[in-house]
């Protein structure tokens, strides 16, 4: 799982940032990932942020009451990239 942010003006107040998901994509299929594209509507320094959810089902169903949840593993990863936009 892929979970866009938004994108924030490293010029203005820090003060002022919240993260705010803008979009979430899931994939079955690697590496096969699509990346929305970003627009900017002033010129400025910018940060991405984006966070990588990697969740593994382990194959060990057999003996598993309803109740159970399934056994798994989840790692996160963030990744963020500054850019300038010049118009």
Known sequence: MLIYYE???LDKD????TEIITDTTFTYKLPEVPIRNVQFKEPGKYQLNWLIKDMVIFDT???RKDSEPLPM???ETRVS????VVK
């Open 73 to 75: 593993k989840i790692e």
């Open 61 to 63: 169903i057999k003996g």
């Open 81 to 84: 990239k500054r850019i300038v």
């Open 7 to 9: 994108p924030y003006n």
């Open 14 to 17: 820090k003060n002022q940032f």
